[in-house]
């Protein structure tokens, strides 16, 4: 008597713990449960990652790999239905091979604890397991060359080493503070590392996320590596080192190398935009009339032009002693600028080096809009080059630079000093995490020996951070 073949995965959704399918799929979708709760387990499990898009945290899905996994010509009903009933937002605004779709968690499901369920329908486990064995490129289905598809293959087989305490990464997570841990998040993050279910998700802007990147740092001591903790390696002040190269690699080719494994950054096409004003000590310009210009004011110092400018040469020795955080916050705190003890609180403390750290980002390298802000002023008054330098990147787009920045920040991380890493006959874990490189215990000599290579082959030093990960 034939028997039917019992098909079976080791996969498991990451769901909030109110969440029903059955309460929004009607009539014929009624039977796509699955193919809804792999749609809200991606999203979540990207959120998680950290891939979100800024404070909206916002994710795009791989429209192709949905047609594959999810029922033929449902996909697109199953998110209408989802988005109707309230359980994902969408943001709609995209353009047709520039911008796409982006989705997130409804805010409603903040607080829910995260559910394991395992998928019932043969159909959608047969396409499950077929897209999971396909090689990483055809999986992911991304636009990458052959050498990054490899190296992402490479990167995904390193988690298969790393061990995880299921216990100590539970009891860590129930000690975070509830907003610390949004969507159970971190729950979804132990559970794929313990079942081993890994990801290398790269973005179209060069910037890596994956099954880690996501992880609380106070869940961190629970990974291991041959039975010790993790150690990490990490380039101090790492986007503003890079800026500070960049801005010196437009301004001064002299001070450059021959060999740049970093392309130079511009913006994506010129246009009509305002000048700021600039100063230094030795030179001033004004020019507030409109000018089509595709290349920055250059300014030099004016008794010998091939010196770097003062503050270049300032910003510069700063970022790469790293210590540029820590100058500008005692500038900030000189200057007498405060920040709220917490969000929308009354009562003021000094700047930290956090708030600088985080309004660096929103204020100078990505900021959005013509706000006064006095954090942009200060720095503009110390580093008016560097200042002009950002203006110009970003007069078509504020998020040019900051995309521009974490891409170079990949290609050296991943694509050069990992990459070297990899190929060492010692065989040392090698997991990234943005500007930094995880590895054993007693491996960090090795790492740091990549980072010292690949800062030669660069022309310029940065400083390095070892400590536990």
Not at 128 to 139: D, H, S, T
Not at 264 to 291: A, K, V, Y
Request: aromatic share 8%; proline share 6%; charged share 25%.
């Amino acid at each position: 008597m034939y028997k039917k073949k019992v098909i079976t995965t080791d996969f498991s959704f990451g769901l909030p713990s109110s969440f029903k399918a059955s309460d929004h799929l009607k009539g014929p979708l009624a039977k796509r449960e699955d193919d809804a709760n792999y749609i809200v387990s991606t999203i979540l499990r990207r959120q998680a990652m950290g891939a979100g898009h800024g404070e909206d945290d916002f994710v795009t899905l791989n429209a192709a790999m949905l047609n594959i996994i999810v029922a033929k010509d449902d996909a697109k009903k199953i998110l209408e239905a989802l988005e109707t009933g309230g359980v994902i937002d969408i943001d709609h605004h995209y353009v047709v091979g520039k911008y796409s779709k982006r989705y997130r968690l409804n805010h409603k499901f903040v607080w829910d604890k995260s559910v394991q369920v395992k998928p019932t329908n043969s159909r959608f486990i047969r396409a499950l397991e077929r897209e999971r064995q396909r090689p990483w490129k055809a999986r992911q289905n991304v636009h990458v060359d052959a050498k990054t598809s490899d190296l992402c293959q490479q990167m995904e087989r390193q988690y298969y080493r790393m061990e995880i305490n299921p216990d100590h990464a539970y009891e860590l997570i129930r000690k975070l503070p509830p907003e610390s841990n949004p969507f159970d998040r971190q729950t979804i993050i132990v559970r794929d590392l313990i079942s081993k279910q890994f990801e290398v998700y790269p973005t179209r802007w060069g910037r890596f996320y994956n099954s880690i990147s996501g992880l609380h740092s106070k869940v961190r001591p629970a990974l291991q590596f041959k039975g010790h903790s993790l150690q990490a390696v990490d380039v101090k002040n790492s986007q503003p080192a890079l800026l500070g190269l960049a801005t010196q690699q437009h301004h001064h080719p002299t001070h450059t190398p021959t060999h740049q494994p970093l392309h130079p950054i511009t913006p994506p096409s010129p246009t009509t935009t305002h000048q700021p004003p600039l100063s230094t000590p030795n030179h001033r310009h004004h020019n507030h009339h409109p000018t089509t210009t595709t290349t920055p004011i250059l300014l030099y110092d004016s008794e010998n032009p091939l010196k770097l400018l003062s503050d270049l040469e300032l910003f510069v020795s700063e970022v790469k002693e790293g210590r540029f955080y820590e100058a500008f916050q005692a500038e900030l705190n000189n200057k007498g600028v405060l920040v709220a003890t917490e969000k929308y609180a009354r009562t003021k403390r000094q700047m930290e080096r956090e708030d600088v750290k985080e309004g660096f980002m929103t204020h100078v390298l990505a900021k959005k809009g013509n706000y006064l802000s006095e954090f942009r002023n200060i720095f503009a008054d110390r580093y008016p080059t560097i200042d002009a330098y950002i203006r110009w990147v970003n007069q078509a787009d504020y998020r040019t630079l900051i995309r521009e920045l974490q891409g170079l920040e990949a290609k050296f991380v991943i694509h050069n000093v990992a990459k070297g890493a990899l190929l060492l006959p010692s065989k040392p874990l090698v997991l990234t995490l943005h500007d930094c490189i995880i590895c054993g215990s007693g491996e960090t000599d090795q790492i740091e020996d990549e980072f010292e290579r690949a800062f030669r082959e660069l022309g310029f030093h940065m400083a390095l951070d070892t400590d536990c990960f």
